[in-house]
């Protein structure tokens, strides 16, 4: 059987830097996988050339079996972003923010959907409020809204809950939660070890741009995975 | 259809962001009224010799203070990642970038209809007789500009130094332009023979046509790079 997402020693250099160096692995439909791995790894440019904002070097990326540079520009539409950028407008308010990407998007009863999604972040009493005038918390919030208008796929979160305070890092448990029980493929790149175990159904560690783990949760307990991670990470070169 | 909607949607937002903002338009108009005013002081009341540079200052004004306004509609993109959003959105990204060019378009002949009515007060000159062939050069003129300018704007949006990087990137590549423009105006302030500045115009309508197909074509690439 074919998995959903495939890639093949993917390499991707910047300059002289060579940030992945040669990265196999396969996800099938539904799969929530977590990577991990120290500042640099080469964690963001593996999401960069997942979601088509970069091409690789060298090596390849197949959705359903076809080649990522072979897809329309509607497959991008398959695609939900967030990360450590909000992707907001700061001097408009959150609602012109959604209704210019939904538009963008092409997304029918946009109103609905925007209601919908404001709803869902806690924002629908705020939406009129210019961007700039939100909190940390908020702004995030709001990143996932938009990320998400489209209802998209697969979603790609690179730190998602970085600088989140406790109610909106809670939301966006129950979204991640959610989303995952709806199926939807997502791909999150985090430092924090306990979520990205607790919500995952695969774990990947990524060191000096090299897949060094890659295993399925349930062959993990997770006493053992942080052991695990400890040891890679202090592993020689 | 799909194409020309998402350019649409871009100046819409646009137009609300300045809206809201008054970042871009506000700059521009300020540098431009002030280019006008300080170089008509260079003049000695009267002097006739002022009619054959008085083209080349409105046109120094417009590029100036454009170059200032390019820098902040494209910070708008930068800042918070917004381009990274466009990028990502499932559309022709040269539409993206189509739409970009048609905002700044539209910011700097709204500057321009301020500035141009207090030029002709401050120079003498009156830029009705020829009104089409002025507008006409104007609109391809400011076109041409606003092509260029958001193209580098593009590139240069990320440096450090993209004030000093924006301008010594299009400046010498717009020169044609700039000329071109200059020039016919010149024919036109005059009231010299409208046949005279045909070449001008249709070196401004190539210089237009030509960058817009191989901006098309190549944006794609430059701004995955």
């Known amino acids: 059987m074919s998995s959903f997402i495939s890639i093949e020693n993917l390499r991707k250099k910047y300059g002289e830097n060579e940030a992945l160096k040669g990265v196999t692995f396969s996800l099938e439909e539904g799969d929530f996988l977590s990577v991990f791995g120290p500042n640099g790894a080469g964690k963001t440019t593996l999401l960069k050339l997942l979601s088509a904002q970069t091409r690789p070097t060298s090596g390849f990326i197949k959705y359903n079996d076809k080649r990522i540079d072979e897809l329309t520009d509607d497959f991008r539409s398959k695609f939900g972003v967030i990360s450590h950028q909000p992707f907001l407008y700061e001097n408009l308010p959150a609602v012109e923010n959604l209704k210019f990407y939904g538009k963008l998007y092409d997304i029918k009863n946009l109103e609905d959907r925007i209601k919908e999604v404001l709803e869902l972040v806690e924002l629908y009493n705020r939406r009129k409020d210019l961007v700039r005038n939100y909190s940390r918390g908020m702004l995030q919030r709001l990143s996932i809204a938009r990320a998400l208008i489209h209802n998209p796929d ?27 029980k709806d199926k939807k493929t997502i791909i999150m790149v985090t ?31 997770d006493f053992e995975f942080e052991d695990i991670y400890l040891s890679i990470i202090s592993e020689e070169q | 259809m799909k194409y020309f909607k998402t350019i649409f949607n871009i100046v819409e937002k646009d137009i609300i962001l300045e809206l809201k903002a008054k970042e871009v338009i506000n700059s521009m108009l300020i540098f431009a009224l002030l280019v006008v005013i300080v170089f008509s002081f260079i003049f000695e009341p009267g002097a006739d010799y002022k009619i054959d540079i008085a083209a080349g200052i409105l046109w120094m004004a417009i590029i100036f203070s454009g170059i200032l306004g390019l820098n902040k509609s494209m910070m708008n993109e930068v800042n918070g990642g917004n381009l990274t959003a466009l990028l990502l959105a499932p559309i022709d990204r040269s539409a993206i970038f189509f739409g970009k060019t048609f905002s700044n378009f539209v910011f700097l002949l709204f500057m321009e209809l301020i500035t141009i009515p207090i030029y002709t007060i401050f120079y003498d000159i009156s830029l009705l007789n020829n009104f089409i062939y002025n507008l006409i050069t104007l609109l391809l003129g400011t076109y041409g500009f606003s092509l260029l300018g958001t193209l580098f704007s593009i590139i240069s949006v990320k440096s450090r130094t993209r004030e000093v990087m924006l301008p010594i990137l299009l400046l010498p590549l717009i020169i044609p332009l700039i000329l071109a423009a200059i020039q016919a105006m010149n024919i036109f302030i005059k009231g010299e023979d409208i046949v005279e500045s045909y070449k001008w115009l249709h070196l401004l309508t190539a210089f237009d046509i030509i960058f817009t197909v191989v901006i098309y074509l190549i944006f794609e690439y430059v701004i995955e790079e």
């Not at chain 1, 697969?154 to 129950?174: C, K, R």
């Not at chain 1, 924090?192 to 560690?205: C, F, Q, R, T, V």
Request: hydrophobic fraction near 40%; proline fraction near 2%; aromatic fraction near 10%.
């Open chain 1, 154 to 180: 697969i979603i790609f979160l690179d730190e998602p809950y970085t600088g989140l305070d406790q109610h909106a890092s809670n939301i966006l448990t129950n979204i991640l939660k959610s989303l995952f």
């Open chain 1, 191 to 221: 430092h924090n070890l306990m979520k990205g175990y607790e919500l995952s159904s695969k774990l990947a560690i990524i060191k000096n741009g090299n897949l060094k783990f890659f295993r399925n949760k349930n062959e993990v307990e």
